[in-house]
């Protein structure tokens, strides 16, 4: 047993390194994904289920097992009968079979969109985690070139103050300038551990794993509207596509409670052998059987098809209720689309050029001596604010495209 358990703890150390291993290698979104599809825990439990589901299928579709029955006579009658066998098969009522299995299939295809329902959160949640990784990547090379930019600020304040031309507070300021932007980055690097987390566990990643940076990525604006997306959500949703199956499974569980109200029908063969001793000889006889079932308990009859409507009805109107929330969700996910890439605009086209002119025409003003140092200050904070700005704002555009895929049930760019 000792050994045993020993071979399974080096079979998990294996697994172990190389899901570290491969993580090691991740740059792309798609590496996240892949990874994900292929060891997330809980989209294996949605596939198992699917696979379990479909296998009710061949169970539905067949019929009852035949019976068999055998008798020997200990005390035989004046007829000297020895032996008697037969086999009789049931055969449900026309059409039950049929109803039975697709109901099975309606479930089996319900449980496939819902596979899909969980496939689809989970890139959903790897997605939201990786674009929060690359925002905070973003973020900390912001800091970082802000960070050498100050140090910049302070050789010049440190040039002027040599030459008389600026007095030793602006040395200061800039040290202090150096210490914010120091502590920045600091809290931006601590942020790196938590930020990780959320992406291991979506990968079902071991604790210690360390991710790469992503990868810096082309953004492209998808423009979206909102009706067709809407259009998009009725046809494709998993979540309301296996409701719709669930429907129709119902409607099959219908027809069948109602022709439980008919019999079914059994046919078989008997075989009776007489013994032949002495001078007696009889020939064996053979009978044609047919068997019903009676279906007299009408009133539970009735109550397995009012169960059975009363689920259909259950689940149209859980139906109606799960597209409105998807269409309530998704029209709150476009306009937080729509409002990232207006804020995306300003911030690439407007306002970081013209931080940067401010902050160039600034730097040459303070050397001119023509501001004070706060000023200059000023124009870099300013130009740092922007750029962590846009970066937030793709983070959220990209956020807001995966709910928004995630709610449609497909990729929209």
Not at 270 to 288: I, N, P, Y
């Amino acid at each position: 047993m000792r050994a045993g358990i020993l071979i399974l703890l080096a079979v998990l150390a294996i697994v172990a390194a190389t899901a570290k291993q491969e993580a090691n290698n991740f740059t792309t979104l798609k590496d996240y994904l892949d990874y994900a599809e292929s060891y997330n825990a809980e989209i294996k439990s949605s596939y198992y289920q699917w696979q379990a589901a479909l296998e009710e299928i061949p169970q539905a579709k067949a019929l009852p097992d035949p019976q068999v029955n055998y008798g020997y006579y200990t005390r035989q009658s004046d007829m000297q009968m020895d032996q008697m066998a037969g086999v009789m098969q049931m055969f449900p009522w026309f059409g039950k079979l049929d109803a039975r299995t697709e109901a099975a299939k309606n479930s089996a295809a319900a449980a496939r969109q819902k596979y899909e329902e969980v496939r689809l959160a989970l890139f959903g949640e790897v997605k939201a985690g990786f674009y929060e990784y690359a925002y905070l990547a973003g973020a900390t090379e912001i800091a970082r070139e802000n960070l050498e930019l100050s140090k910049h600020f302070e050789e010049v304040a440190q040039t002027k103050h040599l030459t008389m031309e600026a007095g030793h507070p602006d040395v200061i300021r800039a040290q202090v300038e150096i210490a914010k932007m120091e502590d920045v980055l600091r809290g931006l690097e601590q942020l790196r551990e938590p930020t990780m987390s959320r992406l291991r566990t979506a990968l079902t990643l071991p604790a210690e794993t360390n991710l790469p940076w992503p990868g810096r990525e082309d953004f492209n604006v998808t423009e979206l509207d909102y009706e067709r997306l809407a259009g998009i959500l009725r046809q494709k949703n998993p979540q309301l596509a296996a409701l719709m199956e669930e429907q129709l499974a119902a409607k099959s569980k219908i027809d069948l409670a109602e022709k439980n109200f008919y019999p079914d029908v059994g046919v078989g063969v008997e075989w009776t052998g007489f013994e032949r001793s002495g001078g007696m000889s009889g020939r064996d006889s053979v009978a044609l059987m047919f068997q019903i079932n009676l279906p007299l308990w009408r009133d539970s009859y009735k109550g397995a098809v009012r169960q059975a409507q009363a689920r259909k009805a259950s689940i149209e109107q859980e139906r109606i209720n799960t597209e409105n929330t998807l269409l309530t969700e998704a029209s709150q996910a476009h306009y937080g689309y729509r409002d990232s890439i207006r804020k995306i605009r300003l911030y690439k086209d407007t306002l970081i050029p013209k931080g940067r002119e401010l902050l160039r025409v600034s730097e040459a003003a303070y050397r001119a001596g023509t501001i004070d140092f706060l000023s200059l200050i000023d124009a870099q904070r300013t130009l740092l604010e922007y750029h962590l700005l846009y970066e937030r704002a793709l983070a959220d555009n990209r956020e807001k495209l995966a709910e928004l895929e995630m709610l449609v049930g497909t990729e929209l760019n």
